[in-house]
């Protein structure tokens, strides 16, 4: 199981793909607002969106997972 | 008045605990649980817990604070700058509860705030501004004919948003269409409102706007200008009074026009009217703010004038203190924010201040909200501090700048205090040419 997590703390402001999306290595899956800036979180690789870990406006803590790839 | 709660958190709650004390006022503060045992917290004579960290359940709870103020019995209610400061609900809430509100009336509050209404004011009354449109753009086809008028690049910006968010610089037709969208949809979730609207961009522009106040007789004075075009992702980094720049005719041009726009909304307490000045010192008005400024320092520096005091004595009814022909610029104030951030890429940095020593204070005004040993969190902007430096001159504040920064000692986070060495060393700089492009075209602190 492959996942991506928060790189820093921070609370939830846009989903940019939804389950079942084949998404790429490089690609914007979504934005993490911290310290009143917005903070784009790349995908460090390709795969099919399993799963979604969280929703706009939840706060999450560095290392927290964001959503599984398959 | 004798008792004051202060609706905000960080180094603006300590600035006005300041002079509530100097003034014998009783403060109430309110912090969320991220903020215990601040130094705003600890300073002021009461203090409430009032909810988790996030600001919606926090600084922004409008119900929770209103009942702590009637519980408090508190006279007034200081809001700051940014969470509610220009919300003219909460304004209109604090006085049905009987209760002042420390800024200027609700409907001010409400016009200024919706950029659209707001330029449409200004034009009526005579004060150029921005070349753009005069109502909300629905269709991206309107957009895209707007733009074709001023020409590329444009800015789509959005009519609730401010603070440097909810605008787009678009320099294509194509980029035109795909930001006007998600700039709608952005909008919608931070203001409530998917309104936009197109102006023409300025090119090589500096941001310099006049800090005016306004009682309840209907006088309005300014106080001087202060530039604050060093800027980046279109927050202010760095703000000076006088401008290095402006010439002395089109300074008094701007200290005029913004009288001007004060007196278009019968403006009462402490209020900003930022410009747009292009490389031939055209200006347009850009937009009111409502609320005391976080680079109010700088004007009090230069004109020895408690802004705070006179927030609160307007509030309270009196007439202003001095009159134009009274208020004098003496010497150069620079502020420096100290963000909590790296100082290339910008990107935030929250953690535990281990170590904060200032530099040589001689002339330095520090404006802190964090000390030594503190927890910058994600929850809120990343500002630690002002400094702000006051000398004779410019090139006196330069020297006490370079020297404070060269000082300071700071771990734990990363901040941007490199950069505001490379920033003094640069030669533009400290000939006062720069432009709110300054630091996207320079590579500082990327030489490496």
Redesign the interface.
């Known amino acids: 199981m492959k996942e991506i997590v928060a790189n ?4 939830v ?2 989903v940019l793909v939804a389950k079942g999306d084949e998404i790429t290595a490089g690609q914007e899956v979504l934005v993490l607002e ?4 917005e ?1 784009p979180i790349e995908s460090n690789q390709g795969g099919k969106v399993a799963e979604l870990k969280v929703n706009i406006g939840d ?1 999450v803590n560095e290392g927290d997972s964001l959503l599984v790839l398959e | 008045m004798q008792k004051i709660l202060i609706a905000n958190r960080g180094e603006i709650a300590l600035r006005i605990i300041k002079t509530c004390k100097a003034l014998g006022i009783e403060t109430v503060a309110i912090y969320s649980e991220a903020d215990e045992g601040m130094p705003f917290v600890i300073e002021a004579d009461q203090a409430f817990l009032i909810g988790p960290p996030p600001v919606n359940q926090s600084y922004l709870n409008v119900e929770k604070i209103i009942q702590i103020a009637l519980a408090e019995k508190v006279d007034a209610i200081h809001p700051g700058y940014g969470f509610l400061s220009e919300n003219a609900d909460f304004a209109r809430k604090i006085h049905a509860a009987g209760i002042i509100f420390i800024g200027p009336n609700p409907d001010t509050i409400e016009k200024m705030g919706d950029k659209i209404i707001s330029r449409q004011t200004m034009e009526k009354a005579g004060v150029p501004i921005v070349p753009g449109s005069h109502s909300g753009v629905v269709t991206v086809e309107a957009a895209l004919a707007l733009a074709e008028t001023y020409g590329y690049p444009i800015m789509l910006k959005a009519s609730g948003g401010g603070g440097g968010i909810g605008m787009v610089r678009c320099e294509t037709e194509q980029a035109l269409k795909s930001a006007f969208t998600s700039t709608k949809s952005r909008a919608k979730a931070y203001f409530g409102s998917d309104e936009v609207f197109v102006e023409k961009c300025i090119e090589g522009s500096r941001h310099i706007e006049v800090q005016i106040f306004g009682d309840d007789k209907g006088q309005i004075v300014s106080l001087f200008e202060r530039d604050c075009s060093i800027q980046r992702r279109h927050q202010k980094v760095i703000e000076e009074s006088p401008s290095p720049s402006l010439s002395m005719k089109t300074r008094e041009k701007m200290l005029e026009t913004a009288i001007k726009a004060g007196e278009a909304v019968g403006y009462k307490n402490a209020g900003t009217v930022e410009f747009i000045v292009d490389a031939d010192e055209n200006f347009y008005f850009l937009e009111m703010n409502t609320r005391l400024q976080v680079e109010h320092p700088v004007t009090e520096q230069i004109t020895g004038i408690d802004l705070v005091e006179w927030q609160i004595g307007i509030a309270k009814g009196k007439e202003l203190p001095l009159k134009q022909s009274e208020i004098k610029s003496v010497g150069h104030a620079m502020e420096f924010r100290l963000y909590a951030e790296d100082p290339v890429t910008f990107m935030p940095s929250p953690g535990t201040i281990s170590q904060l020593k200032w530099g040589n204070p001689d002339g330095v005004r520090i404006d802190y909200g964090y000390v030594e040993g503190s927890k910058v969190t994600p929850f809120y902007d990343p500002m630690i501090a002002k400094c702000i430096i006051t000398g004779e001159n410019r090139e006196e504040t330069l020297q006490k700048a370079a020297q404070f920064f060269e000082e300071l000692e700071i771990s734990g986070i990363k901040t941007n205090a490199p950069l505001f060495v490379e920033i003094l060393d640069d030669q533009d700089f400290s000939k006062g040419q720069y432009t709110t492009d300054f630091l996207k075209n320079k590579s500082l602190m990327k030489k490496q």
Do not use: E, V
């Open positions: 820093m703390a921070g609370t402001l846009n911290s310290m009143k800036m903070i706060f």
